[in-house]
């Protein structure tokens, strides 16, 4: 009873906190008091105008009042700064913002303003904020594009990429508002985690983080751990075991899962791997190593695809984000793995490493004391943000009403016929002059695409991983005349497509829209929902005319991989259209299951990491605690008393704290990636304890809570030992000489990690295997 309640309760809770879009007539007195404050602001001077931001940050909190003040203070400066009068509902959602919402805002609607004058609301409060974007480009950009308005707000403003050096990266997170890529903002904690002095760190106390494209960072990334590795000298896949497995068969030698995510020998495979290895018993204690390296093998062989999983360019392996399919820069599969699809690739390796640290984007985002964030699709992630982040989600009515028109799915009954269809269509509407932009799954159908288009006589601009760089100058010019672009899933998010393209005049913009505007043209769902609705929301901005339509079939992998019991409602027509309901609903099945596999693989990530999360929170605070006080040098007094007083008789306190502090800190990093390490093996065969019937979550926090028990005082009794044997100067202590070094180089990298498969996803291999069953007779 007491669980049925708490579930009755559970679910009142969800229907009361639901998206929904926000209640104007609070805002009302507001944006009239703001409307009312506009001439007289406008006298200001630069000078005065600065001056009178300034002074917000004598108040505490931003009551109404000063929320009229940082409103119409902020429509000046961007007016001046921009030529740009933010509307009344950019207002609204930079006061959502400033309340810790994650607000929906429709493609075109302003939302990098917006965020700008909610982070200088926050800044005139005396606090920090990082402005986290999906890459580099956008952070950049949006940070020098807002500048001129920040600077007349008197908030300072900087920016961080892979290209800034360290003075740059301290100085940018000095600032009032720091933009970045969320990756790169991770990867800085990170490197920050290996510093032995305060004057090397580059990071503050994190305090507000304002995330631009939300749902996209909070939930498609979020399982994404960021990396930082250490040179070790650890083997490379052996090229031997890479062209061996290049001879085997899927069927012959190999079988692959119906998900296509787990790979095995047969015994016809073993028997040939083990003669070509000079007859050695594969499975034998002794060669465990070399089955290590043929799983790996395997794995990059039959699993991995080329210009699907990952590219090649410029002599090196380059994953492709899954959600955005574009590169991932700095993303790497683990070492062993990493190696073997170069070694299948016939390319030189890389440098391998051991972990050092690692943190998850949600372990990432946790550490800020106040969240907030925007994008154009958050409704359909709002109980996600619910439920791992505590946020919760406004909808922002747009500035004038979309009139895009999206046209029921056309479904189709081979993927061939799908194509041919999907051709005929863009041929046939390019010779009137409407824009098209077609959405891919990945590169490879990208370029099958634009093949088809070449054949039919049409040109097409092709923005995918191979040439990301230019995406946002290619995406920016899709609403041109005649424009033709065919883009993998999210290319060039974050970029306004204009009507007309990127330099158009007024008149090259209504011409175009009275051709329809934007026709945006996807090859198949995604397997989510909302990917389909962002890519739908590159048309149609700030009340332009658009349309969308989403050619489909039932052989697409979508449905292959999540329905593989769709069958045809009707006979196809003479071009192989379904037009029954039954076909459409098949594919509406898929998403949906393919949307609560990725839920339930994201939750049951979030139980595994969180225990990690909080023991990483405990060694860091110890570690700020040694690197900023003498915490280190009263313990090594007290665990080695004879020693420390015979050191300190022949050095200054001064050095004796450094010396200290060196040798805690040498021990506690080590420890904390060996620890890691322990962590990652467990992970790696924790669905052995699903198969005993043991509770896999409970087994792991028990080991996970025994391990990390003795750490500390582990810690303390290493640096005890090392403080008997290790050379002190004038310098401090020489750990070289004591065998205590870091590794000669560091790197960091992303890693998708998905080590745990859930419930429903072993239910639903189950019901794959009985249909294959039926269907096969095998």
């Known amino acids: 009873m007491a669980a049925f309640l708490t579930r009755v309760k559970s679910g009142f809770q969800r229907l009361l906190e639901r998206p929904s879009t926000v209640d104007l007539k609070k805002y009302k007195d507001l944006l009239t008091s703001v409307q009312w404050r506009e001439e007289k602001v406008a006298d200001l001077s630069d000078e005065e105008l600065t001056a009178a931001a300034t002074a917000l940050r004598e108040r505490k909190a931003l009551d109404q009042q000063a929320q009229v003040e940082l409103c119409v203070l902020g429509r000046e400066a961007a007016r001046r700064a921009?030529?740009?009068?933010?509307?009344?509902?950019?207002?609204?959602g930079a006061l959502e913002l400033l309340q810790g919402r994650v607000v929906e805002m429709g493609t075109g609607e302003g939302k990098t303003l917006a965020g700008a004058l909610a982070a200088a609301g926050y800044a005139v409060q005396g606090r920090s904020v990082h402005v986290m974007s999906v890459n580099d480009y956008l952070a950049r950009r949006d940070a020098e594009w807002m500048r001129p308005v920040y600077?007349?707000?008197?908030?300072?403003?900087?920016?961080v990429d892979q290209e800034s050096s360290p003075e740059e990266r301290r100085a940018a997170y000095a600032c009032d508002v720091t933009y970045g890529a969320v990756s790169e903002i991770g990867f800085d904690v990170l490197r920050d985690r290996l510093c032995t002095s305060v004057a090397d760190l580059v990071h503050r106390e994190p305090d507000v983080a304002l995330i631009d494209e939300a749902d996209s960072v909070l939930v498609d990334e979020a399982r994404v751990p960021l990396v930082m590795a250490g040179s070790t000298d650890d083997a490379q896949a052996d090229p031997e075991v890479a062209a061996i497995v290049r001879t085997l068969r899927p069927g012959q030698h190999y079988e692959r899962d119906e998900d296509n995510r787990n790979a095995w020998l047969t015994s016809r495979g073993a028997k040939l791997v083990e003669k070509a290895l000079g007859d050695i018993d594969l499975y034998s204690g002794d060669h465990s190593d070399r089955l290590a390296a043929v799983n790996a093998a395997l794995h990059a062989q039959a699993l991995l695809t080329r210009d699907?999983?990952?590219?090649?360019?410029d002599g090196k392996v380059h994953l492709i984000n899954?959600?955005?399919?574009?590169?991932?820069?700095?993303?790497?599969?683990?070492?062993?793995?990493?190696?073997?699809?170069?070694?299948?690739?016939?390319?030189?390796?890389?440098?391998?490493?051991?972990v050092l640290d690692s943190i998850s984007v949600q372990g990432l985002i946790g550490r800020y004391r106040r969240v907030c964030g925007m994008t154009g699709t958050a409704q359909a992630v709002a109980e996600q943000l619910r439920e791992f982040y505590d946020l919760k989600v406004s909808v922002i009515p747009p500035n004038k009403p979309c009139v895009r028109v999206d046209a029921p799915d056309r479904v189709f009954a081979t993927v061939e016929q799908k194509e041919a269809a999907l051709i005929a269509e863009i041929v046939e509407t390019h010779e009137t002059g409407r824009p098209i932009l077609v959405g891919t799954l990945d590169v490879a159908e990208s370029e099958r695409i634009a093949s088809l288009l070449a054949e039919a006589g049409v040109t097409a601009v092709v923005l995918n991983a191979k040439n990301d760089a230019e995406e946002a100058a290619i995406v920016a010019d899709a609403g041109a005349h005649a424009?033709?672009?065919?883009?993998?899933?999210?290319?060039?998010?974050?970029t306004d497509i204009r009507l007309g393209g990127a330099g158009g005049s007024e008149a090259d913009h209504d011409k175009v829209a009275e051709l329809g505007g934007l026709y945006v043209m996807s090859c198949g769902h995604y397997g989510s929902s909302r990917l389909d609705n962002q890519l739908r929301g590159r048309s149609g901005r700030q009340g332009d005319p658009g349309g969308s339509v989403v050619y489909c079939s039932l052989a697409d992998e979508l449905v292959v991989q999540f329905a593989p019991e769709a069958t045809a409602g009707s006979e196809p027509d003479d071009d192989g259209r379904l037009e029954d309901s039954t076909s459409a609903r098949f594919i509406e099945h898929a998403q949906k299951v393919a949307e609560g596999v990725n839920l339930d693989i994201h939750r049951n990530t979030w139980r595994y990491t969180r225990l990690v999360e909080r023991q990483r929170g405990l060694v860091l605070a110890y570690r700020d605690d040694v690197l900023r006080t003498d915490l280190a040098a009263k313990q090594l007094a007290e665990q080695a008393p004879d020693r420390w007083a015979e050191l300190v008789e022949e050095h200054t306190a001064e050095v004796m704290e450094k010396v200290a502090r060196q040798i805690t800190l040498h021990h506690l990093d080590q420890r904390w990636s060996q620890h890691l390490a322990f962590l990652g093996d467990v992970r790696e065969t924790i669905h052995l304890r699903a198969l005993a019937r043991?509770?896999?979550?409970?087994?792991?926090?028990?080991?996970?809570?025994?391990?990390?028990?003795?750490?500390?005082?582990?810690?303390?009794?290493?640096?005890?030992?090392s403080l008997e044997s290790v050379s002190i100067t004038e310098d401090g202590a020489d750990l070289a000489a004591a065998g205590l070094s870091r590794p000669t180089s560091t790197w960091t990298y992303m890693v998708h990690d998905n080590p745990f498969d859930s419930e429903a996803e072993q239910a639903l291999q189950r019901v794959r295997a009985s249909i294959r069953k039926v269907k096969t007779g095998r």
Not at 698 to 705: L, M, T
């Open 694 to 721: 043991e509770t896999p979550i409970d087994e792991f926090h028990r080991v996970a809570i025994g391990e990390f028990r003795g750490i500390m005082k582990e810690i303390s009794t290493l640096a005890a030992e």
């Open 151 to 159: 600077e007349l707000l008197g908030v300072s403003v900087g920016w």
């Open 308 to 313: 699907v999983d990952y590219i090649v360019r």
């Open 82 to 92: 921009l030529e740009q009068r933010p509307y009344d509902m950019q207002l609204v």
């Open 483 to 494: 424009a033709v672009t065919v883009s993998t899933q999210m290319a060039g998010r974050g």
């Open 322 to 354: 899954t959600s955005r399919g574009r590169i991932a820069l700095l993303q790497r599969w683990p070492d062993g793995l990493q190696a073997a699809v170069e070694a299948k690739e016939r390319l030189k390796p890389t440098e391998s490493g051991e």
